[in-house]
């Protein structure tokens, strides 16, 4: 495989970050927690250090995104105020740096200017990138030089831990992670004459539910075909679609498998429920328009992330479900989210700093708080044998969905040079939604495009 330097590297993710948003892009790039922010670059841990309250003990650098509605946000930063109570000779420095693509651009921007953060947030589907980068480090050391290491990483979910790994060895740690669901509004079914206990199971049920859903003032239907979003939503269908259970691309990062005739036929879906069934908003569904739309009872059943949750429990005026994403040929969903990751090339007493960190964030009873605050999926088994998550699901059911769905769940489109390749599948399958091209031929040019693009890693 060719190398990149860093740099080189990071000028390809900095042209190609405008288009990546991910799972549950918020589209939001402010610093809406009122903590430091990076949105004018990005800020040297030593700035920081000037900064932080107390002046004393080692000060790291946390870039982190928030891809949701809701005060998440604000929870990452009492996290950080937690530990730094906790261990006086560490300061953590939380720096809100918008969604997904906002931090990689941000992270890319402090590497070439020598002050790269000391432990960051990104998207699961870059640990290609990461790695071959150099922007990250391998924390198999780590891991092994906890006494209970072994344990611990045994305890994340493996519908997580699958893509923490590069060649073997774990570039990243689970922490805000999510599957998409079908959220519906059983209000709306009791209109209709439908069971609300009994949520569509199959593609062909949708359609059905979708078209009785449907009126003058709702859509049945709401799947977010933006840049940026589509790709995670067509890796549910497409996997629910496939012939032997095959992913978008292989599990090496290395070659995609976009040009199927069973990924034509899930593409082919995707326009029927717009524009034969017309249980769906023409043209281009935007991601974050569809949590409002379903508050607003503007959709009966939408497609969305576990990670809004919290903000649609809060919100809902109306009782409302959550279901298994509706099966095909077999039942999956694709997961997302972020990780934990460590900057490569920082000290020694850094690593151990952001390790001991990481180590804080993601203990058992804070994944579970931060489940249950958020919406996001609890990542560790042992949070599921707490009583902060037994009564939990007790007191809103809806939220056990999304873990009940991860054993059916693979990650979303992971490849190399992945904000790239999410680039190119977006653009051609928005080719299609328009009108410029049809399934089999926006497939096609995806395939051949990103294959192009790969070329280099084979």
């Known amino acids: 495989m060719k190398k990149k330097s860093v740099i080189a ?23 809406t927690a009122g903590g430091t922010s990076a949105a004018g670059g990005a800020e040297s841990s030593q700035s920081a250090e000037s900064k932080a309250e107390g002046g004393d003990g080692l000060h790291l650098t946390f870039y982190y995104p928030v891809q949701v509605g809701g005060s998440a946000a604000a929870l990452i930063e009492q996290i950080c105020k937690d530990f730094n109570a906790e261990n006086p000779d560490i300061v953590v420095e939380p720096v809100y740096t918008g969604n997904y693509d906002d931090t990689v651009t941000k992270i890319q921007t402090a590497v070439q200017g020598g002050t790269p953060p000391d432990v960051f947030v990104s998207l699961a589907t870059q640990r290609f990138t990461m790695a071959s980068t150099g922007m990250a480090m391998p924390l198999d050391d780590l891991i092994a030089s906890s006494e209970d290491g072994k344990e611990y990483i045994g305890d994340f979910l493996e519908g997580f831990m699958e893509d923490s790994y590069v060649d073997g060895q774990i570039y990243s740690i689970p922490f805000q992670r999510s599957t998409m669901v079908l959220f519906y509004n059983k209000d709306a079914f009791k209109e209709v004459g439908l069971d609300p206990e009994k949520p569509p199971t199959t593609w062909e049920e949708l ?42 691309a292989t599990e090496d990062g290395k070659a995609v498998l976009f040009d199927t005739p069973e990924n034509e036929e899930a ?33 009966a059943m939408i497609y969305h992330t576990t990670g809004n949750m919290a903000n649609i429990s809060k919100n809902a005026e109306f009782e409302f479900g959550t279901a298994f994403l509706p099966g095909h040929k077999r039942t999956a969903a694709p997961t997302g989210g972020g990780n934990f990751y460590i900057s490569n090339g920082i000290s020694e007493d850094r690593v151990q700093a952001a390790w001991k960190f990481i180590r804080f964030a993601t203990d058992t009873e ?19 044998e707490t009583d902060l998550l037994k009564k939990y ?30 680039r190119i599948l977006n653009d051609n399958i928005q080719a299609a939604v328009v009108g410029d091209a049809t399934p089999k031929e926006a497939l096609q040019a995806a395939q051949e495009q990103a294959t192009e693009i790969l070329a280099e890693y084979q």
């Open 393 to 422: 699901y007790e007191e809103l059911p809806q939220a056990k969905v999304a873990y009940e769905q991860i054993p059916h769940s693979k990650p979303e489109l992971t490849t190399y040079n992945a904000a790239e390749i999410w």
């Open 9 to 31: 590297a990071a000028l390809c993710l900095a042209l190609s970050a405008s288009m990546l948003s991910g799972c549950g892009n918020s589209g939001n790039s402010g610093n």
């Open 366 to 384: 804070r994944a579970a708080q931060w489940s249950l605050d958020t919406g996001y999926v609890a990542t560790r088994k042992s949070c599921y």
């Open 207 to 248: 359609v059905e539910y979708g078209t009785k859903l449907t009126n003058e003032n709702r859509y049945g239907v709401g799947l977010a075909l933006n840049s940026g979003s589509a790709q995670w939503g067509f890796t549910g269908f497409a996997l629910q679609n496939s012939a032997n259970g095959e992913n978008l």
């Open 267 to 299: 593409l082919q879906f995707w326009l029927d429920l717009q524009n034969k069934h017309k249980i769906m908003a023409p043209g281009i569904v935007q991601w974050t328009d569809l949590p409002t739309q379903f508050l607003a009872g503007e959709v």
